[in-house]
């Protein structure tokens, strides 16, 4: 039998990675990671460029099936289930490199995605992300293709929120924005976080995820290097520059 909840905490887990192994064809890129979101929380996976971070969201999305361990939602065994299941089941990706429908509006962009198939009782609805999100408000009438870089990426994330997952998982969501779009984003993720949302965040800013987030794994060639809580990671200077290079 598997647990119902986390045993430190007796939350809810929602992702679940167990001694996880995957990769592309032949070449293993994950090595025995095993890594959980519990309901609730927000969850940082830090790492250098090519580390793996991007191959083990690709594995929780079922994009990629894993070759060893298991991988889990809510208790749903996930190995090998297809994507859109996956995404049925809560799993709200904001992939990197923001896709937007460049030729809908900015509405119907977010109206394209909205769904709450599992009946939130205070679900997101265009108002919410307005208010969220006033520049998307100001831009609902203009192409997907018209906005600058951030504001596509904040549309990325408001058309992931539409899908109302129970996990919401952004992968270098700040990347190549500049400085005050950036902060900008982590204070809407700080506000989203205030609504009581899962998120795992992919991101390089270290002081920023020691804000936001309230764990932490720091990935080193595909194995889960280190793991702590943001007074941990801000203590130790040396892990963000030995797993992130900053
Ligand atoms: N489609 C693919 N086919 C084969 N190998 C891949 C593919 N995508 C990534 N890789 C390899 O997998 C390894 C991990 O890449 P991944 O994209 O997961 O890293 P990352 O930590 O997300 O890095 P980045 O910050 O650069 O996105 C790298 O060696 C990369 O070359």
Not at 110 to 139: C, D, K, V
Not at 234 to 241: N, R
């Amino acid at each position: 039998m598997r647990e119902a909840g986390d045993a430190a905490t007796g939350r809810e887990v929602l992702l679940q990675f167990d001694k996880v192994c995957s990769g592309y064809g032949l070449g293993q890129v994950l090595f025995d990671v095993s890594l959980r979101v519990n309901k609730g929380e927000v969850v940082s996976l830090m790492g250098r460029n090519g580390m793996g971070k991007t191959t083990l969201i690709r594995t929780a999305m079922g994009m990629l099936v894993p070759r060893d361990g298991q991988v889990s939602f809510a208790e749903r065994r996930l190995n090998g289930m297809a994507m859109h299941r996956v995404a049925a089941l809560g799993l709200g990706w904001v992939p990197e490199g923001r896709f937007i429908f460049p030729s809908l509006s900015v509405e119907e962009n977010l109206m394209a995605t909205a769904s709450n198939r599992r009946g939130s009782t205070q679900p997101w609805t265009l108002e919410r992300i307005y208010e969220l999100f006033p520049r998307l408000h100001e831009r609902r009438r203009n192409g997907g293709g018209q906005l600058s870089g951030g504001e596509q990426q904040m549309l990325t994330i408001g058309r992931a929120l539409m899908t109302n997952p129970r996990l919401l998982i952004l992968d270098e969501a700040t990347e190549g924005l500049a400085p005050k779009i950036r902060q900008e984003i982590w204070q809407t993720l700080a506000a989203i976080k205030g609504t009581g949302q899962s998120i795992l965040v992919v991101d390089k800013d270290v002081r920023a995820l020691a804000r936001l987030a309230d764990r932490h794994y720091m990935i080193e060639k595909g194995c889960i290097a280190w793991q702590g809580d943001s007074t941990a990671l801000l203590a130790d200077a040396q892990l963000a520059k030995r797993y992130v290079g900053i």
